[in-house]
C-alpha cells in the first residue's frame, strides 16, 4: 500500500499515513500538500490530484512523547546506507558488535551493517577480538528517521533532499 509522509506544521516529520487518508486531510483542508507524485494521480467522483507524498498538517500537532525507532534488520541496512561497518563495501547481512552469543542485543547500538564476507569471518567476536575496527560507531535513528525509514527506499529516494537524508 501506497504511504504518504505526514509532516507537522512546523515541518518536523510526524507520521505516515495511507494516501487515502492523507487525500481526506488536504480535502478536508487540514493538510497541504509539500509534494506530490510527478505521475500519479487520484481520480474519484470529483476527485483528480496527484498522488501526495508528503502532506503537511496546517496546524500544529504537539505530540506528547517521542516514540523510539523500532530496531529491525532492514532499519540497519537502511540507517548505514547498506554500507558495511567494517569495510564499506556494500552491506547484506547485519553484525551483532557484541556477539549474541556473549550476550548482545538485537539492538540499534550493537548491531551494524556488514557485507557477508566480513560477518562471515568476524564470527563471534567482538570487533577487538577480530582485530577488526568500525568505520563509524552505531547509532539510534531519531524518531524522525524512522518515519522515513518506514517509508521504503523507492519512496524516500523521491522525497525533497532536505527530508530523505537521515541525520548521521
Ligand atoms: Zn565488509
New binding site residues.
Partial sequence: MRVTLVLNASFEPLSTVTMNRAVVLVLQDKAVVEESHPALRVRAAAVDLPVPRVIRLCRYVRVPFRRRAPWSRRGVLVRDQHR??????R?TTVDHVVPRSAGGADSWLNTVA??A???HRKANRTPEEAGMALLREPFEPTPADAMLLALGRAERGALPEWLAAPAA
Fill in positions: 558495511c561497518a567494517y569495510c564499506g563495501r552491506a556488514s557485507c564476507e566480513d560477518n
